[in-house]
């Protein structure tokens, strides 16, 4: 690829690059120094693209990222919105993110900020739709979290009831039971 190639070609190139594996190529574009590929994971460089290759391939072997649109923010600063099509067949390591494999075919939504100078990325910071990452690899309990709303409901009938310290038991035990909420909802994200 041209360093002078016009950033269109580029992006094409860059994804065209990951959709065929050849991630030496797409690493090859990437300037030295920090690149947040995703919350928490802090790589740099074009070793730092290859680690985000690795994550996303590892977990879905077959992923494939479509380009749905391109928008400019500055002269060097593009968004690229992303579908990603795959099977998840491996532990999805994505920031704070830990999903164990759960062999469904799943679309997530992405969005990269690509800082393009002279041909090179000079950064790139990658985020997920979280909603999507949820609907589409949290396994989650519904047993469990129906049993936990109803006790839920039972704390607030109990902290309408209460009076003077009372109501701070109350309160304790209604937040320690939404906390165990929302991780039967959220069982993939690390607190």
Request: glycine content about 8%; charged content about 30%; hydrophobic content about 40%.
């Amino acid at each position: 690829m041209c360093a002078d190639a016009a950033p269109s070609s580029l992006i094409e190139y860059y994804y065209g690059c990951f959709n065929s594996r050849r991630f030496a190529d797409a690493a090859a574009l990437f300037s030295e120094g920090h690149i947040e590929f995703s919350p928490g994971a802090p790589w740099s460089g074009p070793d730092g693209y290859l680690h985000f290759a690795d994550a996303w391939t590892s977990a879905f072997p077959d992923v494939i990222f479509s380009v749905e649109s391109v928008a400019w923010r500055g002269p060097t600063v593009c968004e690229v919105y992303l579908r990603a099509k795959g099977t998840h067949t491996g532990e999805f390591r994505f920031g704070r993110y830990r999903i164990p494999p759960t062999g469904r075919d799943v679309v997530l939504h992405l969005r990269e900020l690509l800082d393009i100078h002279d041909g090179r990325f000079r950064a790139s910071m990658v985020t997920i739709e979280y909603s999507d990452l949820v609907r589409e690899l949290a396994q989650v309990d519904y047993d469990d979290v129906v049993a936990r709303v109803e006790r839920v409901c039972q704390l607030r009938d109990e902290l309408k009831a209460a009076r003077g310290e009372q109501r701070r038991d109350v309160l304790d035990r209604l937040g320690a039971e939404l906390d165990a909420a929302r991780r039967a909802l959220r069982p993939h994200f690390g607190w």
